[in-house]
């Protein structure tokens, strides 16, 4: 079956399954793999892409569901230069292993974008995203950098 999707704001026309995850056709078909599998269940947000400006897990998204819509990926968020939130996370060295670390981009950017002022508990609440690491410290830091900006 033909989809059409527009990913970073390329127009794609692919041969896949309706039912395919989204994480495997950006990554296989499109061939961007900053977008990481991590358990194929959406609990550890490695996979997070943002669709229609949104976070969303990628890797239980059937493809069909988000044709038309916009989708941004990890290299489409800073194609024009780094953003703030990669720029906090360079200042605060949040990375430390990073497999993580672009689904965690991804999720506090979309967070910030609706809520540019999260609280520790928003932040929280709102990032379920799991570093395997434990870097979460520097990461609440790195917002609340951003947050005072």
């Known amino acids: ?3 059409r999707l527009k990913v970073n704001g390329v127009e794609h026309e692919l041969d896949v399954e309706p039912d395919a995850p989204l994480l495997w056709v950006i990554r296989d078909d499109i061939g961007l793999t900053g977008t990481k599998f991590g358990c194929g269940i959406a609990q550890c947000g490695a996979c ?3 669709v229609n400006g949104e976070a969303q897990r ?8 988000v044709e038309g ?12 230069g780094l953003t703030p939130v990669q ?9 430390q292993c990073g497999y993580c670390q672009s689904g965690m981009i991804m999720a506090v950017s979309a967070l910030l974008k609706a809520n540019p002022h999260p609280t520790d508990d928003d932040l929280a609440n709102a990032i379920t995203n799991i570093c395997r690491c434990g870097t979460y410290p ?8 951003l947050a005072k900006a």
């Open 87 to 95: 720029q906090a996370w360079i200042e605060h060295q949040v990375p």
């Open 69 to 80: 819509m916009e989708i941004t990926t990890i290299e489409g968020l800073g194609a024009n």
């Open 138 to 145: 520097r990461i609440r830091a790195a917002v609340r950098d």
């Open 58 to 65: 990628s890797c239980v998204t059937p493809v069909s569901s």
């Open 48 to 50: 997070t892409v943002h």
């Open 1 to 3: 079956m033909t989809i």
